[in-house]
């Protein structure tokens, strides 16, 4: 019997030290660019630093802070089961 | 070859301006790049067999389709669409700890059938973090040289400068370039292809961004580090500021002492030399404002700096990187305004360079002071009172105006913050020097020959056309003439004093102010006193002694001192030039004035568009003006004298 998939939900909502997925930032179209030209995009997987103002999400060796309401409209689908 | 150009370009913290250091030294000279106000950094180099190696630095920049300014001028380059800047090659600087990421931009260039060479910088970071890079593996798959680097430490410098040679000689060039072997469109996987190593927990970062970043202990760092940044500033620019002070006055004095008198004299003693040292005085603060930026910058601050901030400056439209400019401007506004390069945002920029001069700066300080005991005579405390109260109206004119324009004239959505946080590292010495000599010549160069003119002009218009001395002064200096030496000297002091006050009236500068005196009735200002704001144009603090030269045929010489001397000033019918009314309108007047043409000029240079330049003009004036009048006519309704 296989584990339902997670449902994706807001970066902000994750804990401190979770790691995840991206999903999909529902961002203009220029902070999105911006966002994947750091590292931050859909299916990279990314470890949750520090939550809060700003929240600091690390991408392989790049550390990226973004405001709480960034992060808040940043769909990811964290690990876990059925998740990873 | 004889003549060549290489461009430089690169993800920005990948120590771009660092290389570009390495190979041009002190060779480089900063111009802007065509149509925007974006600063290229030019320089130098020497490699075998190119006579004449031009190095172009290019902005930082994450993709070359990104729709921001920076990548635009970078596309433009590159593609030849700027005719004056297409280089013959290009080398793209990689940071190895962070190699997926930056493989986006080589990625691209490849795309686009550029052939770079790779300077693969930060090696020693990367193997700090527990990679090693195959750059030979990288080469292959990438199809172009890839040049391990540690640039600080200069290492790598003399193989990129020889593979470079070797590139713009067309030498050999088959050994160096072949068609890539990898997927250039998975950057992560090309990167996890040259990568060995087990990845070791950056703890000293983790650390340091709980702390820093932290609302409570990140806003106790951050003031602890602005205090520290700005203690240091005055500190060291104290010193060759008097010592500018010093050395123009004493080669005035010179001129004055071996020139006989006249225009000649008077343009070169006062409006040249007046005008070198009212431009060079600034250059101490902007030099070591920009070395001690720079230091900060390098070690990975300033990036938390700004998040600190930013939740308290986003609510009036201002960015977090908006508090250094701010900040700055208290001590003057010229180098307030150049700090706001550090803002990326361009729309953010703007905003924070038109209202920066509403800060309080130490040019207003005399005026407060003269105006603040004019106003509490007996009460010091209430003059120290409003005093403060002076920087504390200036933060908030600032701040409202800054949500004004954002909502208005530089209206668009706010940028949301999403910022690289580069790693923390000791900055480079080298490089701070460097920004801090471009910066300072920038400056010279550009806003200093035009403050100097501006200078030269207002020192004109207060000094022609001559006067005829008074007759009570002709008087004077007859009876000086067969008076004991103690008693001549006091007559000669009074004569000169006479004279001063009848230029003031004659000048061009006092005829305008007796033509404009209707225009500031309504504040309660007299002839005088408009003379007074409109000569503080030179700069705030020569109101005091326009004042002071006005007020010093009724002060019966040095006697009375500035501030009582002035308190005394009759108008034309008797009654006092400065009320207590007068006292506060003219006090807010200048707390919100834009009396300073200098900074006039660097916002017009800084924004690359007049209009913005006029618009703080006119904007604070009409400020200034609404709110003197306001308060003025406040005090009068409510019976205060």
Redesign the interface.
Known sequence: MSLPPVRPVALSSLPTGAHGRVHEPL?????T???????LSVS?RFKL??T???C?VQ?????????R??AARILVVPDGPGGA | MTAARVALLGNPNTGKTSLFNRLCGTRAKTANFPGTTTSARIGHARVDGIQSLEVLDLPGIYELGLKSPEARIVRDVLSGEDRAHYPDAVIVIVDAANLARNLVLVGELLTKGLKPIVALNMIDVAARRGWTIDASALSKRLGVPVIPMVVPRGLGVDQLRATLGQVLAKKDIGSLFSNPLANIYDPVALAESVMTGQPVADALTERLDRVLTHPVSGLLAFFAVMAGLFWTLFQLAAVPMDLIDTTFAALGSVVTTYLPAGPIRDLLANGVIGGIAGTVVFLPQICFLFFLISLLEDTGYLARAAFVMDRFLRPFGLPGHAFVPLLTSHACALPGIMAARLIPDRRDRLTTILVAPFMSCSARLPVFALLTSLLFVDNLFLAGLAFAGCFVLGAVAAFMSALLFSRTIVKGRARPMILELPSYQVPSIRNALMTARDQGLSFLKTAGTVIMAICVVMWWLSAYPKATPPAEAVALRAQAATAAPAEAEALVARADALQAREQQTQSFAGRMGRAVQPVFAPLGYDWQLTVGVLTSFIAREVFVSTMAVLASDQSGGDAKGVIAAVRDMPRDDGTPVLTRATAASTLVFFVLAMQCLPTLAVTRRETGRLRYALLQLGYMSGVAYAAALIVYQALRAAGVP
Do not use: F, M, Y
């Open positions: 961002l203009d179209e220029e902070s660019s911006l966002l994947h030209a750091l590292g990279r630093c520090k809060g103002e700003p600091i991408i392989g060796a790049t550390r990226i802070g973004v405001s309401a960034v």
